[in-house]
C-alpha cells in the first residue's frame, strides 16, 4: 500500500491550503484514515480522522478550521484548511488502517499514530505570520 500526499507549500495566516492523499490498490471505504502532522521539536499529533461511514473527528486545535473528506471514488483523502496559523506549520502525514471502526476510528486521533500501520511519506506546510 503506497500513500501520496501533496498539496503542502507555503501560505501566509488567514489563508487556506489542500492536502491531498492519494493511494494505488487502497480503497478508503473500508478504511479509518486520518491526517496526522509533525513540527520541528515537537511530537506527532493527530489532526483529523475519517471513518468507513463518512464520520470525521477532530483535534481541538484546528475544530471549526479543518475539514477531512474522501472523493467519491474513496481512492483520494482531502484535508482542507482554512484561517491557518503560524502554529498549523508542520509535515502533514497521511495514515490508514483497516482494523479501526467507527468511535475507534474518531478517537484514534487522540494518540500519536500508533494505532495506524499505513503511513505517506508527508507533505511540509508552512504558515507565515
Known amino acids: 500500500v503506497q500513500l501520496v500526499e ?3 507549500g507555503s501560505v501566509q495566516a488567514g ?3 489542500r492536502l ?3 493511494a494505488s ?3 478508503y471505504s473500508r478504511n479509518c484514515m486520518a491526517w496526522f502532522r509533525q ?3 515537537k511530537g506527532r499529533e493527530g489532526v483529523a ?3 468507513e461511514e463518512g464520520h470525521p473527528a477532530y483535534a481541538d486545535s484546528v475544530k471549526g478550521r479543518a475539514t477531512i ?3 467519491k471514488a474513496k481512492t ?3 484535508l482542507d484548511m482554512r484561517s491557518a496559523k503560524y502554529e498549523d506549520s508542520a509535515m502533514y502525514y497521511c495514515a490508514g488502517d483497516p482494523r479501526l471502526f467507527y468511535r475507534g476510528c474518531t478517537t484514534a486521533i487522540e494518540g500519536t499514530g500508533e494505532l495506524f500501520d499505513d503511513w505517506g511519506q508527508g507533505t511540509q506546510v508552512t504558515v507565515s505570520s
Do not use: F, N, V
Request: with cysteine.
Open 20 to 22: 491531498s492523499c492519494a
Open 39 to 41: 513540527a520541528p521539536g
Open 69 to 71: 473528506s474522501k472523493d
Open 25 to 27: 490498490r487502497y480503497t
Open 76 to 78: 483520494t483523502l482531502y
Open 49 to 51: 480522522a475519517i471513518d
Open 6 to 8: 501533496s498539496g503542502g
Open 15 to 17: 489563508g487556506s491550503l
